[in-house]
Nanobody
């Protein structure tokens, strides 16, 4: 069992930056791949980025490539999402999630992730 808690969301102007954190507790997070998803009002939850348990492999949704960076610090049981050049369309609730290591980080379906945080709101004003 893994518990995930996101933090770092907030209100930022377009072009600004935020860094989201996802703190894991329970079973050590290094045994899981980690992913970030987001959900805007009236829309389905969508994949943003994922990172393999050892930090070697990352994968991004096309719409965040070059702007967002996913990373992790297994010693701190924490995953991060650095978001730069934010746009109003990035406004959403952002969720982190944990997936067993045998599942590919290239699979963008929420169904491959077993554990989810409660989400943190990111609002980008124009």
């Amino acid at each position: 069992q893994v518990q995930l808690v996101e933090s770092g969301g907030g209100l930022v102007q377009a072009g600004g930056s935020l860094r989201l954190s996802c703190a894991a507790s329970g079973r050590t997070s290094s045994t899981y791949n980690m992913g970030w998803f987001r959900q805007a009002p009236g829309k389905e939850r969508e994949f943003v980025a994922a990172i393999k348990w050892n930090g070697v492999t990352t994968y991004y949704a096309e719409f965040v490539k070059g702007r967002f960076t996913i990373s992790r610090d297994n010693a701190k049981n924490t995953a991060y999402l650095q978001m730069n050049s934010l746009k109003p369309e990035d406004t959403a609730v952002y969720y982190c999630a944990a997936s067993p290591t045998y599942r590919s980080v290239l699979n963008v379906s929420p169904s491959v992730y077993d554990y989810w945080g409660q989400g943190t709101q990111v609002t980008v004003s124009s």
